[in-house]
């Protein structure tokens, strides 16, 4: 028997199968160009062609290495997995929104954010998420921004 126990401390472990991420899930385009097709592989036609790094998608559905995507205006299409980054980035939707200082209603403003503006998310908590947009880092609510799910929990 402790010949066995030894023998069995001996072999490596099996490496896991890796569990599958959730669907759906949000994450950004990983390249400045990135074609949207309209089915699962380059014999489908592009649709659109994305022309910016780091927009935020939601991915839907899976097909071996394509991702069935859709973006902040509801536009739906097919994006080879390459082109993904699990950097999560978020673009202003609404009206014009104030990025504050701390997740309060009562701090200071530190910019006013156009709506379509891009920017990088960092954290949430709670209603409010910690942003980074062009130079600047504060605080938006959930709501004002499309990128994040309202209770996902993000570090």
Known sequence: ???LVLFCA????MPRAQEPLPIPRFVSLRASE???RT???VRYPVEWIYVRKGVPVEIIAEFENWRKVRDWRGTLGWVHRSMLSGKRSL???GERRALRSDPSLQADIASLIDPGVFGRLEK????WCLVEIGNESG???RFEFW???PQEALE
């Open 34 to 36: 990135v074609n949207l």
């Open 147 to 149: 990128g994040v799910y």
């Open 39 to 41: 089915g699962p592989g």
């Open 91 to 93: 673009v202003i939707t």
């Open 124 to 127: 949430c908590e709670e209603d």
């Open 10 to 13: 001996l072999i490596p472990a």
């Open 1 to 3: 028997m402790a010949a």
């Open 139 to 141: 605080w938006l609510q």
